[in-house]
């Protein structure tokens, strides 16, 4: 299971890590936190089961997108 708590800039830096050119913050175990403070795993998907695409667009999930419930 992938965590979904958005995290601050500050506890983010705390964690073995280190920032991209994309701003987005790399942990030593291959998962990674976006600029919002939101993680991803090493295979590189949220806990919505989100991802971002090689243009680096945020992608949801394909059976989620466009909806707006859950």
Known sequence: ????????KE??????????E???YHLK???F???QGYYFNQ???DAEG??????GVYEERPERAG???P
């Open 1 to 8: 299971m992938v965590e979904s708590t958005k995290k601050t």
């Open 11 to 20: 506890e983010i830096e705390k964690l073995p890590g280190e920032y991209d």
């Open 22 to 24: 994309d701003n987005f």
């Open 29 to 31: 175990d291959g998962g």
């Open 33 to 35: 936190y976006d600029e």
């Open 43 to 45: 295979w590189g998907f």
């Open 50 to 55: 989100g991802h971002y695409n090689d243009e």
């Open 67 to 69: 909806k707006n419930g």
